[in-house]
């Protein structure tokens, strides 16, 4: 079992210093498996006739490789055959809510947005959050429409609630995103452009809308309706203007309340790995069998 990872990943790994792959080098080596760590650069000469192959967030090269890629929040992680997140597994299982335990769920999505969240408290209320990502003039293959048209929609179907659009301060933005936006904010009074914000725009927003940005997730711990305009692996319980129309579902999305919960729940409990639980191990191994490993 080869373990492709980026420098500071492979070095945490190989000490045995990360959580996560720790396990799952526990597993292969409890299968009498071999284990390498190697560069993540060398997985395009993996040879799946030799070896089976872990790489982190990258696609994998053969049918023998999967990627890792944690479940947004730690200590929950996704093993794929794809790095493609709407392409994930858990994006094509159904969710039905009647299946999950309220109280457990309740309890544990109390619990965790303590931890992640803690000290997060509304500025402003009433308002309609858009955290943007990159590459506002460009539709990619994953979206529905332009970032720039997405927020044109928020501004024509939501007449009445500010709207803050949020530049995320990992993004490198164009001169003609910047000034897109600007030409929206000078003609909409109720619209306003901001780095970042998220810690006092989250908690106090009526819904979210974004392409596929992890606030959506974020959102659901908050309870907060989401507006999805792309493809993502959290999808279930958003409205999605491609399943509808814009107008359709940015007009549903202040009443729209499904079960937050039981959803948050289902998404990282069960249909992830947690790996801070003792069960980890036996849900890495259950999951790799499923891809032939022989483990």
Not at 1 to 18: C, D, I, R, V
Not at 23 to 31: E, L, P
Not at 270 to 295: D, H, Q, S, T, Y
Request: hydrophobic share 40%; charged share 25%.
């Amino acid at each position: 079992m080869s373990f492709y990872l980026e420098p500071g990943l492979k070095q945490s790994a190989e000490a045995g210093e990360h959580n996560f792959l720790n396990k799952v080098a526990a597993v292969g080596r409890a299968a009498g498996i071999t284990l390498k760590f190697r560069d993540a650069k060398e997985a395009a000469v993996s040879d799946p006739s030799e070896e089976y192959a872990v790489l982190h967030m990258d696609p994998p090269p053969h049918q023998n490789a999967v990627t890792v890629r944690r479940a947004y929040y730690y200590p929950f992680w996704s093993i794929e055959r794809t790095a493609k997140r709407w392409d994930f597994d858990v994006a094509k299982a159904v969710f039905d809510p009647a299946d999950v335990p309220a109280r457990d769920a309740a309890s544990f999505v109390n619990r965790w947005r303590r931890k992640w969240f803690e000290g997060w408290a509304p500025g402003p209320t009433g308002h309609v959050y858009i955290p943007l990502q990159g590459r506002l003039l460009e539709r990619r293959s994953f979206q529905s429409c332009t970032p720039i048209e997405m927020i044109r929609a928020v501004l024509a179907h939501d007449r009445d609630r500010p709207v803050f659009a949020c530049l995320h301060p990992g993004e490198r933005y164009s001169a003609e995103d910047i000034a897109a936006l600007d030409k929206l904010e000078h003609r909409n009074p109720r619209f306003a452009v901001q780095m970042g914000g998220m810690a006092t725009l989250l908690p106090g927003c009526d819904y979210v809308v974004t392409q596929n940005s992890s606030v959506g997730l974020a959102g659901y711990v908050f309870a907060k309706p989401l507006v999805l305009f792309g493809r993502i692996d959290f999808h279930h319980i958003a409205l999605k203007p491609y399943d509808s129309s814009p107008a359709k579902a940015i007009r549903a999305a202040p009443l729209h309340h499904p079960d937050f919960d039981a959803y948050v729940w289902w998404f990282l409990q069960k249909m992830a790995i947690n790996a801070g639980r003792p069960e980890a191990e036996e849900k890495i191994a259950a999951r790799l069998r499923g891809f032939g490993w022989p483990v």
